[in-house]
């Protein structure tokens, strides 16, 4: 069964090309021409990939996106933006999208991220290992997706806790952003590393006594990241 993809744009030309190409590539779409609709048709149906524009009539979409994340839709989604600005980027990825595109883009690349976001996705339903991995305080759960800090629970989007899980895997290794970009969201072309940098920083904010002085993550200036064992 082909995987479906819903696309929620006001643009009725965007959309056009948007499920030309998609469906080229052998998936099914649904269309929504604005938030409200966008979030009902998610609410109500499954689907495997959300594209979702930031601008949206009705309702935009991090309003939607955070609504989707709050009920517990952890279905992936690829924000379209068509303002290059970091904060635009920054809040959609911190409420829960997956990974974003920049308008105007090419429809190949949309499609090339879609199949990226749905092998990482994949992957992990797939191989993810049983086992508590644990680093001090940290207690990481693969099997059931979940994590906590000292006996406190924590609460995590899907790609937060992939991070969080490969980080604690390679405890003591300097991990690049090209690396973490290519192990944790599977992109096989040139990706914009500061998603990297926005989900670490989210990430020390739930696990860090002190975000800005991290004791478990440690930014190795000009290299990468490290997870390591607090001192």
Not at 24 to 37: I, N
Request: charged content about 30%; hydrophobic content about 35%; overall charge negative.
């Amino acid at each position: 069964m082909a995987q479906k993809v819903l696309i929620v744009d006001d643009e009725e030309s965007i959309v056009t090309l948007l499920q030309f190409n998609i469906e080229r590539a052998g998936f099914e779409t649904e269309t929504a021409f604005d938030g409200l609709t966008g979030l009902q048709k998610a609410l109500q149906n499954t689907y495997d990939m959300i594209v979702l524009d930031l601008m949206l009539p009705e309702l935009d979409g991090t309003e939607v996106c955070k609504q989707l994340r709050q009920k517990q839709i952890d279905t992936p989604i690829l924000m379209l933006t068509a303002r290059d600005e970091e904060l635009d980027k920054v809040l959609g990825l911190e409420l829960g999208a997956d990974d974003y595109l920049t308008k105007p883009f090419s429809p190949k690349e949309v499609v090339a991220r879609i199949k990226a976001i749905l092998r990482r996705t994949n992957k992990s339903d797939n191989y993810m290992e049983s086992g508590e991995i644990k680093i001090s305080g940290l207690s990481i759960f693969p099997d059931q997706y979940e994590a906590s800090i000292n006996g406190e629970s924590l609460s995590f989007t899907r790609k937060e806790f992939e991070l969080l899980l490969y980080l604690a895997k390679n405890k003591g290794r300097v991990m690049s952003r090209d690396q973490l970009l290519s192990s944790v969201w599977n992109y096989d072309f040139v990706g914009d590393t500061r998603i990297v940098d926005v989900h670490i920083s989210h990430l020390r904010e739930k696990i860090e006594p002190d975000s800005k002085h991290p004791v478990y993550i440690k930014t190795i200036r000009g290299l990468g990241y490290k997870m390591e064992e607090p001192q």
